[in-house]
């Protein structure tokens, strides 16, 4: 049996998230249904994690088993984006070592979250509408402290069925995109449900002045989803990358 890892784009728009659901539509069951008119056999996928409904993804990744005749993987990447909507589009088709894991193997993941002060049409899809200009400076400062706490219980959904609320924070930063935009880049080992919008809804509270950096530790260390800001809309997050050791690539 042969282990491969597909990358794929989507527009998270239309879709009630990643992962199969019963109430609507998933990426997930999209591509289940390409691979397997294409290869003639059911074929299940794993992702690397679970995006929400309306999330999007530059560079999601999931592996699915071959026991069949050895295929070309340009010629499969070929028919798969012919076959599949134009809002998720597949760059690449790798073989891995079999016990690679699309998400048990990944290192680390990224998101992105997009804002801006700006009404503008070509915008609105992607990006949420702050109605302020917010405090860069202090939402960066605050990005540090991220890093410095493992347990994110503030900032994930409740009753999920995480086993643990623990992870490692090693990017957290706001950029000035420019014509009144900022992007927020995070990245972790691994992300609970809900975390990186709730993070960001609580950092867009200390940028327009309503908390500051003592407050902002006492909601990390509540480990209360209460304590924390609300959660800032789906549509303008980003999963834009999953790194993964050398070592699992044939």
Known sequence: MARFFITLAYNGEKY???QVQPNGVSVQQMLEEALSTISRQP?????????????????????FDWEGEPFSAEEWLYRLNNFLPRDIALSSIRAVQPDAHARFSALARTYAYYVTT???PFLHPF????????????MNRLGEVLKEYEDF????????????????VTRA??????????RFTVQADRFLRNMVRAIVGTLLE??????????????IEARDRG????????????????????????
């Open 173 to 182: 930063e706001w950029e000035v995109c420019g014509d009144g935009s900022y």
């Open 227 to 250: 304590a924390a800001g609300d959660s800032v809309p789906g549509n303008a997050l980003f999963l834009e990358e999953v790194c993964y050791p050398d070592s699992i690539w044939l």
């Open 16 to 18: 009630v998230g990643w």
């Open 153 to 168: 219980t503030s900032f994930s959904k409740l009753h999920s069925d995480a086993k643990t609320n623990n992870c490692r």
């Open 118 to 120: 700006c009404k503008d």
């Open 43 to 63: 074929l299940k996928v794993v992702g690397a994690g679970r995006t929400d409904a309306g999330v999007h993804a530059r560079a999601m990744v999931a592996h």
């Open 127 to 138: 990006h949420y509408r702050l109605h302020y200009t917010p405090d860069i400076i202090l």
């Open 206 to 219: 200390a940028g327009r002045g309503r908390l500051d950096e003592r407050g902002f530790r006492r909601v």
